[in-house]
């Protein structure tokens, strides 16, 4: 398995560009549809260590789903960790993770810092 590792959305089109210049690079990495593989709950706290964030700070707030449901509702920690397993849509994206580390690639050339 590949230590480089882009969990993307194909109807994104940041996560789009991310993967393409990813692939630009030569970089070998394994791609992880989030929305069709959503990451266990350990996953989802080891990509929100490596990205150094919270679970709110990891909420896509522009999301419909997030704006119908979620907005202006104070949940805790767990709670949105729940939120996000259940709506991986909420996700932001792109995230690529390297070497432990993991950045959300916007602008899509933050990839770079991860291999600095």
Excluded at 35 to 47: H, V
Excluded at 100 to 116: H, S, Y
Aim: proline share 5%.
């Amino acid at each position: 398995m590949s230590r480089t590792k882009i969990y993307h959305n194909p109807e994104c089109s940041k996560s789009s560009c991310a993967l393409e210049f990813i692939t630009q690079q030569g970089m070998e990495f394994e791609i992880i549809n989030y929305l069709e593989n959503t990451p266990k709950k350990e996953e989802l706290l080891d990509l929100l260590n490596m990205l150094n964030m919270s679970p709110f700070e990891l909420i896509r707030k522009t999301e419909l789903i997030y704006k119908e449901k979620f907005e202006g509702q104070s949940f805790t920690n767990e709670q949105w960790i729940d939120i996000m397993l259940q709506y991986p849509i909420l996700i932001e994206r792109p995230i690529v993770t390297h070497n432990g580390k993991a950045i959300i690639a916007r602008p899509t050339k933050k990839v770079l810092d991860l291999f600095e």
